[in-house]
């Protein structure tokens, strides 16, 4: 879900299309990316022999660079935001099902608002990032079946008992199933995502607290201070004190 990783960098103004019924359109070399929304009617984008249906009940990302057919098949009206961003590498029509297209047609509508006045670029920015975040939740939804067991994770991360079968319980799941969601995934072990949330959160702890290494080993659940001082080494290629003296910020 490389929405998460977005940085959006130009946002255009907000527009709407009206589609009517029977409309055919070639795109070559889309300018940037485009997110575009449906409050009536449907279109057919072909792109690489491959159909993507846009209608009310979805959300479609184009891509930049793209090409593509698309047919009117149904008289509609299409809100569209262009935008160009960094860490967003697809060169292929994306559609996401929406639960609830209204919450991402009133960012639209916000979005539009915010445009007639000078001024709101840390608005629109804000509002554009909402609504990023509304597509990439339901895109994790509807995508990602080991979202519950990724919570547990953080939400437990002190406790030295995450092992396999620990998480394939508690998504009700064989752990060889479990390995092959990871390795689909995120392309690595549960137990290497797990070691990666320790990791990330003991360097969140040497930066911002005061607690001793022995404190953060327990803290992010290593059995001891001697495998979480050799796993960090391992990681960062610095000991959990050199990194807290390197990176700790003292105001």
Do not use: W
């Not at 255009?12 to 795109?27: A, C, D, L, N, T």
């Not at 930049?64 to 698309?70: D, P, S, T």
């Amino acid at each position: 879900n490389n929405l998460n990783n977005i940085i959006v960098t130009d946002i255009q103004q907000p527009f709407i299309v009206h589609s009517e019924k029977g409309r055919i359109f070639q795109m070559k070399n889309r300018h940037s990316y485009g997110l575009a929304l449906c409050l009536s009617g449907q279109i057919t984008y072909t792109m690489n022999e491959k159909k993507f249906i846009a209608d009310p009940s979805n959300i479609v990302i184009l891509p930049q660079g793209g090409e593509y057919i698309l047919s009117g098949d149904k008289e509609g009206i299409f809100p569209v935001i262009n935008f160009k961003c960094e860490n967003f590498n697809y060169d292929e029509i994306i559609v996401i099902p929406l639960e609830n297209p209204q919450a991402c047609i009133k960012d639209f509508e916000t979005l539009k608002d915010l445009f007639l006045h000078n001024g709101n670029h840390h608005k629109i920015y804000s509002t554009f990032y909402e609504l990023l975040d509304k597509v990439s939740s339901a895109n994790s939804q509807k995508q990602n079946p080991l979202d519950p067991v990724t919570k547990y994770i953080v939400e437990n991360i002190q406790s030295p008992e995450l092992s396999n079968t620990c998480l394939a319980r508690q998504l009700g799941i064989s752990e060889v199933y479990l390995r092959k969601l990871f390795s689909a995934h995120y392309n690595i072990t549960p137990k290497q995502y797990v070691l990666d949330i320790r990791i990330r959160k003991a360097k969140q702890m040497l930066r911002d607290t005061p607690f001793t290494v022995a404190a953060i080993a327990e803290a992010c659940g290593f059995a001891s201070v001697y495998h979480f001082c050799r796993a960090f080494k391992q990681r960062t290629g610095a000991t959990p004190t050199q990194y807290a003296n390197e990176n700790r910020i003292f105001t």
